[in-house]
């Protein structure tokens, strides 16, 4: 099993362009919230649907998620946990639009993507989630170990 800092190490290999590096803060944060976003618009059981209800496929991935990252480093998980229910409220905002949520969410998705890809040719190196998945769910954690490093904090 990898420790926490060998998944940032090994994605932070693919990502060492101040470029790709400021691409990928402006990036993944709507990704993650594209993908909440999506989760979010799936039909859920008539149990859980209720007027701006959070019981939904993109809340239950956000605990997912946590109970991962907790098992890799809890205190990146506390923050991470932050993170990720800023983003689901904005999501819940997104969700009271006139537009459909899925619409919305494909349009902030497709361009995110689209700077990533930008970023890893100026880098490069193919995108870390090639060679293992999981890094997709690095990738956030990546961002905020580095904030946590400004501010000091171990994780």
């Not at 149990?47 to 809890?74: C, E, F």
Request: with cysteine; proline share 6%.
């Amino acid at each position: 099993m990898r420790t926490v800092q060998q998944w940032l190490d090994e994605y932070g290999a693919s990502h060492q362009h101040p470029t790709n590096k400021r691409l990928h803060w402006l990036c993944v944060p709507p990704i993650v919230l594209t993908v909440i976003g999506f989760l979010w618009a799936l039909p859920v059981p008539a149990a859980a649907r209720t007027a701006g209800s959070w019981l939904n496929w993109g809340t239950l991935a956000i605990v997912l998620s946590v109970a991962y990252y907790s098992w890799l480093s809890p205190r990146l998980a506390m923050g991470a946990t932050v993170a990720l229910v800023a983003l689901a409220a904005i999501v819940a905002w997104l969700d009271r639009l006139a537009w459909p949520l899925w619409g919305i969410c494909l349009g902030i998705f497709v361009v995110a993507w689209i700077g990533q890809f930008i970023g890893h040719a100026i880098e490069g190196k193919r995108p870390s989630f090639f060679k293992d998945v999981q890094f997709l769910l690095i990738g956030p954690l990546w961002l905020l170990s580095f904030l946590y490093r400004r501010a000091g904090i171990r994780y």
